[in-house]
């Protein structure tokens, strides 16, 4: 269980880094230089919370890739708007929401990019490695 918890790590760390830098630029180019500190702490509840949803998410046998991703994406949604809910994170009217959601979807797309890269860079390392234990 330890060594589960210290690959999601990286993971926690990463999201949670670019969630901020994505926030604190929004709310610096709109003007607003006020972030609650009690934020940072529920984002990180947020993340721990999607953490154990996507071990869950382990264990079903999706057909692809693609609806796995999709499935992930969607539950990670669902549980941010939750979370805005309940820590009045942002209002629900349909200017806020869709603000909201494109901030969310610069998100995915920078944290799925960058968690692919992770995979990729890892790949090729344990190739070389397999590669120099052949020779």
Known sequence: MKE???A???FIFS???IIVV???SYNLLIGNTLIRIGWFLELLACLVVFVLL???FGFINFKSNLTCLLAETGAA???FLVFSFFFHWNGFTPGKLLTSTLLFLIVAVTG???SNYR???RTKELNNLIKKQQH
């Open 22 to 24: 994505v926030t604190c």
């Open 54 to 56: 996507d071990h869950a």
């Open 8 to 10: 999601k790590l990286p």
């Open 15 to 17: 999201y949670y880094t």
């Open 112 to 114: 799925i990019t960058y």
């Open 119 to 121: 995979h990729k860079l």
């Open 4 to 6: 589960k918890i210290m």
């Open 77 to 79: 949604y669902i549980l």
